[in-house]
């Protein structure tokens, strides 16, 4: 039996919302370690920067049946406990993909840090609940981060920094920080809602278009950040195993 038979989409299984042992343990460009214990997490959607081709997305996605986002941008608010710096993750559906985002950290002294991740998601939970389709994947983060300065997130400077990602090998999203929001606005519309009043806090920023025309499932996903704005670039590798809940080793 396909392990998607055995879930019912309407009563996803969602990991706690717990930030007890949320600690984050990273390095920085130099290997440094970095810990962090966020105080939120969120994952921004519908972040393109051109108007035009977000309306024609949340189109395309309607006839897909998944409903439109309540705004745009739009925040979904995630447990800590999701984040994960493993290489291998866990999930209850063989219909799951990821998508490479940029994602910016903000330490208690206001230090920014620009991090790569993956909003991994139930691609058929998606079509019921977006945010519980979210909710019930962990949330690869790449363990290296580069530290950035605030005013990088709004000037332009990051904008040629190249996104790239593969599904078990093969080419899957390619572009670059000029087809997202600009970071900054993100974390300013994200504050207005008071979605980042406390901190340290995450934010995965949005993704870019992916190459083909629809979903790929795999067990492989790789992805990268690079450009001159960086000193290193910025890598994320995962496997996925897939496993029905209840079950065992």
């Given at each position: 039996m396909d392990v998607t038979d055995s879930v019912d989409a309407g009563s996803p299984q969602e990991i706690?919302?717990?930030?007890?042992?949320?600690?984050?343990?990273?390095?920085?460009?130099?290997?440094?370690?970095?810990r962090f214990q966020p105080a939120s997490f969120i994952i921004a959607g519908y972040t393109g920067r051109d108007q035009q081709a977000v309306r024609h997305h949340i189109e395309e996605l309607a006839s897909l049946g998944i409903p439109p986002p309540p705004s745009v941008p739009t925040f979904y608010p995630m447990p800590a406990?999701?984040?994960?710096?493993?290489?291998?993750?866990?999930?209850?559906?063989?219909?799951?993909?990821?998508?490479?985002?940029?994602?910016?950290?903000?330490?208690?002294?206001?230090?920014?840090?620009?991090?790569?991740?993956?909003?991994?998601?139930?691609?058929?939970?998606?079509?019921?609940?977006?945010?519980?389709?979210?909710?019930?994947?962990?949330?690869?983060?790449?363990?290296?981060?580069?530290?950035?300065?605030?005013?990088?997130?709004?000037?332009?400077?990051?904008?040629?920094?190249?996104?790239?990602?593969?599904?078990?090998?093969?080419?899957?999203?390619?572009?670059?920080?000029?087809?997202?929001?600009?970071?900054?606005?993100?974390?300013?519309?994200?504050?207005a809602r008071a979605l980042l009043d406390r901190s340290p806090y995450v934010m995965f920023c949005g993704t870019i278009p992916i190459v083909g025309e629809s979903f790929v499932f795999g067990r492989r996903f790789e992805a990268t950040i690079e450009g001159q704005a960086l000193a290193r670039p910025l890598r994320l590798a995962y496997d996925v195993e897939v496993r029905a809940p209840g079950s065992r080793r």
């Open positions: 706690p919302n717990d930030t007890a042992d949320s600690v984050l343990h990273l390095r920085d460009a130099l290997q440094k370690p970095l406990a999701l984040l994960t710096t493993a290489a291998t993750m866990t999930v209850a559906s063989t219909r799951t993909s990821g998508e490479v985002e940029p994602v910016i950290i903000v330490d208690p002294g206001g230090a920014t840090y620009l991090g790569i991740g993956s909003d991994h998601t139930d691609r058929e939970r998606e079509r019921h609940n977006v945010e519980a389709s979210k909710r019930v994947c962990p949330k690869p983060l790449g363990a290296v981060i580069a530290a950035v300065d605030a005013a990088a997130l709004d000037d332009g400077s990051l904008d040629g920094l190249r996104l790239e990602s593969w599904m078990n090998g093969v080419p899957y999203q390619r572009g670059t920080f000029a087809a997202i929001t600009p970071l900054g606005s993100l974390v300013k519309a994200a504050k």
